[in-house]
């Protein structure tokens, strides 16, 4: 079994901010506090750097994107509803280290972050960042939509059901209790808001993208 890499954390808002060596203290940093923003690096001297800059230079950076759609297509599609969150996932292996935000399609001011969670999955994060993201738009009466890439995480959400193959044990046990609150809330919710598919290869990655690829 290979030793697991060490990890340092970069907390840029949370209770307290500053470079955490341990999961455990970066999380009692973010945990319950609304727009926590941090990022693990691999060394201590990363995330120190990264601490003194604009996160927004180590989270979700992406660049200038050229689409390969004809112009008729892209006209076709059209243009991203700005009133509007999107929500995406990501996953270190699968299963892996995953966590899920979700941010201002039109700011990328992140609205809530997850994570990460020891072993999980792409899928589950996708369908757990929807479900986040429905109940707080209900919670704030909210008219936007909810943009995703993930097809499978709006049919799970559709069905009510998350519909992974992962199997539960000690490591995501945290993990699936999320999971199955987000169930029964879908169970026991109605909302209104739409769910709609990202348009990836008009519009480039999604807004909430973690720019890891």
Same mark, same amino acid.
């Given at each position: @079994?290979?030793?697991?890499?060490?990890?340092?954390?970069?907390?840029?808002?949370?209770?307290?901010?500053?470079?955490?060596?341990?999961?455990?203290?970066?999380?009692?940093?973010?945990?319950?506090?609304?727009?926590?923003?941090?990022?693990?690096?691999?060394?201590?001297?990363?995330?120190?750097?990264?601490?003194?800059?604009?996160?927004?230079?180590?989270?979700?950076?992406?660049?200038?994107?050229?689409?390969?759609?004809?112009?008729?297509?892209?006209?076709?599609?059209?243009?991203? /509803?700005?009133?509007?969150?999107?929500?995406?996932?990501?996953?270190?292996?699968?299963?892996?280290? @995953?966590?899920?935000?979700?941010?201002?399609?039109?700011?990328?001011?992140?609205?809530?972050?997850?994570?990460?969670?020891?072993?999980?999955?792409?899928?589950?994060?996708?369908?757990?960042?929807?479900?986040?993201?429905?109940?707080?738009?209900?919670? /704030?009466?909210?008219?936007?939509?909810?943009?995703?890439?993930?097809?499978?995480?709006?049919?799970?959400?559709?069905?009510?059901?998350?519909?992974?193959?992962?199997?539960?044990?000690?490591?995501?046990?945290?993990?699936?209790?999320?999971?199955?609150?987000?169930i029964d809330w879908l169970k026991n919710n109605s909302y209104n808001t739409v769910i709609v598919k990202w348009e990836t290869k008009a519009w480039g990655e999604i807004p909430a993208d973690f720019g890891r690829k």
């Amino acid at each position: @079994m290979s030793k697991k890499k060490k990890k340092y954390y970069a907390v840029w808002k949370g209770h307290k901010t500053g470079v955490f060596e341990k999961w455990d203290d970066c999380k009692a940093q973010i945990t319950n506090f609304e727009g926590a923003i941090y990022k693990s690096f691999s060394t201590f001297e990363a995330a120190k750097t990264a601490l003194k800059g604009n996160h927004k230079d180590y989270i979700g950076k992406t660049s200038k994107f050229i689409s390969e759609l004809s112009e008729n297509q892209l006209k076709r599609i059209g243009q991203p /509803n700005y009133n509007s969150i999107a929500v995406d996932a990501a996953s270190s292996g699968n299963p892996g280290e @995953m966590e899920y935000r979700g941010v201002d399609t039109k700011t990328k001011n992140q609205l809530f972050i997850q994570g990460p969670f020891e072993e999980g999955t792409n899928n589950i994060g996708e369908f757990l960042a929807i479900v986040h993201g429905l109940a707080l738009l209900k919670k /704030n009466n909210s008219n936007r939509i909810i943009y995703t890439d993930s097809k499978t995480a709006i049919s799970w959400v559709k069905k009510k059901n998350c519909n992974t193959k992962l199997e539960r044990n000690d490591k995501n046990k945290a993990l699936f209790e999320l999971v199955d609150r987000a169930i029964d809330w879908l169970k026991n919710n109605s909302y209104n808001t739409v769910i709609v598919k990202w348009e990836t290869k008009a519009w480039g990655e999604i807004p909430a993208d973690f720019g890891r690829k």
